[in-house]
Every structure is written in C-alpha cells, then in structure tokens.
C-alpha cells in the first residue's frame, strides 16, 4: 500500500515539473509575442502566441493577443477562434463580444463577396445576435439567403432591416424586387416607391417600378416616372432607355429619338437600346436609320431576335428582299417572331415566283 502510494506521489511530482516547463515555455512565447506585437510585426507575433496557447491552452491572454494579431492580418476566422478562447476564459469579455461583433461583419462580408452564401449567413447571424437591430447586417443577411436561394429567410432579414431602418432603401428594393418576381405587382409598386421615398437618386428602385409598369401596362405612368427619375439623374442611361421604350409604345417615336439616342450614349454596349432606337426611327419611316441602329443592336447581341426582325421590315420596305429574307430567318428560332417571320418569309418567295 506503501509503495503504490509513493508511486502516485511520484507521477503526481513529474506531471507537475511537465506542467511548470509547459507554463515556463508558454510564458517565454507570450514574452517574445508581446515585443513583436509591440514592434508590428504581426505575422511573427501571432506564431508566438500560437504556441504560447499550444503550450498552455488555458493561458486567456495569449488567446487575445493571438486574436488581436490575426485582426490586423485580416485573418477573420482564426481571429474569431481566438476572441472566442479568450472570451470563454474570461479574458476581457466585453471587449472580445465588441471585437467579435465587428469580425463576424468582416469575415460574413468576405464570405458574400466569395459568393460562399452558406458561411456568410452562419457569420451573419452570429453578429445578429450580438446586434440585433443592426439594419446594415439584416440587410447582407437578406442578401446571403438570397444567394441560398431561401426567400422565405431573405424576406425576413429585408423586413427586418426596414423594421430596424425605415429609411433603408436597399432593403425596400430588394422586398420590392421579390414581390414583382411572384407577380404581386400592387404590393411591388408600393415597396419600390417607399425605396425611392427613402432615397430620391436610388436610379434601381425607378428602374423596378417601371418594370411593373410595363407589365401592368401603365405606359403613361413610365414617361412620368422616368422624367422624375432623370430630373435626380440625368446620367440615368436605363432611364432614358425606358422613357424612350414607353413614348414608342405610345405613338410617340418622334418623342421617342432622343432619350433613346441618349441612351445609346451612355451605354453604347447596350444592345436594346440600339434596337428601341431602330424601333422609333422605323416608326417614322426612316427605314435606313433604322437599318443602322438594328445593325448596332445585332452587333452587341446577335441572338437579339426583336433586331433582326426589325432589319427584315425595313429592309422588305426598302424593297431589299435579300437582305429581309435573311434577317427574318434568323429571327425564326424566337417563338414570339416565328409565325410573323415565317409568314414575311412566304411573301418574300411568292413575290419572287411571279414572272
């Protein structure tokens, strides 16, 4: 009994030399970390902290320190571990709750950007529930379900911003954005103009709201929209195109060239602009002007079917059957422009059959 006694005596006396070198070695790595940190050497600061807390696990301010260190290397993950470490040993609790609200941001943000839509949302919500009335956070939220394709939570988070902001326009937008894709046009108009309400320049929020216009076929009220829109914005190339969209649909071409022109300007790449231009030109009956614009149109986009049926018109009005025939047939794959095309087609041979 003796002898098992003075052997435990014995292990209990070397585990404890192992633990005092342990804590003596821990404390040397913490010595020369805290002297790099102090020089900003970050990088070899934080290897020392690292095995400063290898050593001694339990050593709470090495932990913060190690975390303080990855912060300024922009290392958001390894920091948060250690805030966390030194947080649960009582390390300075509110200032590693405050640093960690703030890494959660940074590491979910770099997430969203990376398109990694599943860590964003884990960071997100870690930072919600340290901040939870944070507007701009419920607002990357809503953004991260998005790119998770969950709605249902994305509309939550929206809500939950313009809940926390009421002035928050992205999130209006973005509310807006998903009631005119369900086609509930009404409550989509309504959401879109608070967005506009909320910020009178925010050109996207005009831009949704004349999509539901055009659907609901409220064409009067895009030329009224746009022209307030441009009046914030003059620089507003979609705006211009809409405006100019609208008047055509309206009779209006002659109303309809400069906006359209303008927006040619603005976004010279934009392939439907070239074509609403077209469009408006052809409806004058200047049928070369409008040959050149659908040449524009096809050049940006040559899958643009709406262009290349409006180069066979106004070439079949030019009395240049080749050149129509042509443009019609690579109009036909578009199953809005088959039966027309086809039929423009069938005249096109028939007149050329006649003796």
């Known amino acids: 009994m003796v002898r098992i006694s003075l052997c435990l005596c014995a292990i209990f006396i070397v585990a404890s030399e192992v633990k005092a070198q342990e804590n003596e070695k821990a404390e040397e790595h913490y010595r020369t970390g805290y002297e790099l940190l102090t020089k900003r050497n970050f990088r070899n600061a934080a290897i020392e902290f690292e095995q400063a807390v290898n ?34 040993l009582g390390i300075r609790p509110e200032k590693c709750t405050d640093a960690l609200g703030k890494l959660y941001n940074k590491s979910a943000v770099s997430s969203l950007q990376q398109r990694k839509y599943g860590e964003a949302v884990v960071r997100f919500e870690q930072a919600i529930q340290l901040d939870p009335d944070n507007a701009k956070t419920l607002y990357a939220l809503g953004l991260s379900h998005s790119g ?109 060239i400069e906006p359209l022109k303008r927006a040619t300007e603005l976004d010279k790449k934009n392939a439907d602009a070239h074509f609403r231009l077209g469009e408006a030109h052809y409806g004058l009956g200047a049928y070369q002007k409008a040959i050149e614009s659908g040449q524009s149109a096809i050049r940006h986009d040559k899958n643009l079917a709406a262009a290349q049926a409006l180069l066979g018109d106004a070439h079949f009005k030019l009395g240049q059957m080749r050149q129509a025939r042509t443009h019609y047939a690579r109009a036909q794959g578009d199953s809005r422009f088959k039966d027309y095309v086809a039929h423009q087609i069938d005249e096109i041979d028939r007149a050329n059959q006649q003796p």
């Open 55 to 88: 050593a001694n696990p339990a050593y709470g301010e090495a932990h913060y320190l190690l975390a303080q260190a990855y912060n300024v290397l922009n290392e958001y993950e390894k920091a948060i571990n250690a805030y966390e470490k030194a947080r649960e």
């Open 148 to 256: 998770n394709r969950n709605e249902a939570k994305a509309q939550d988070a929206f809500e939950g911003a313009v809940k926390a902001d009421p002035q928050h326009a992205k999130a209006y937008y973005q509310l807006a954005d998903m009631q005119r894709r369900r086609r509930d046009y009404g409550p989509a108009a309504t959401t879109y103009q608070k967005a506009i309400d909320a910020d009178s320049k925010y050109m996207s929020a005009y831009g949704g709201l004349a999509r539901v216009k055009f659907a609901t076929q409220d064409i009067e009220g895009i030329v009224e929209l746009m022209q307030t829109a441009l009046e914030a914005d003059a620089k507003y190339a979609e705006g211009h195109l809409f405006l100019g969209t609208a008047l055509n649909q309206l009779g209006r071409q002659h109303e309809a």
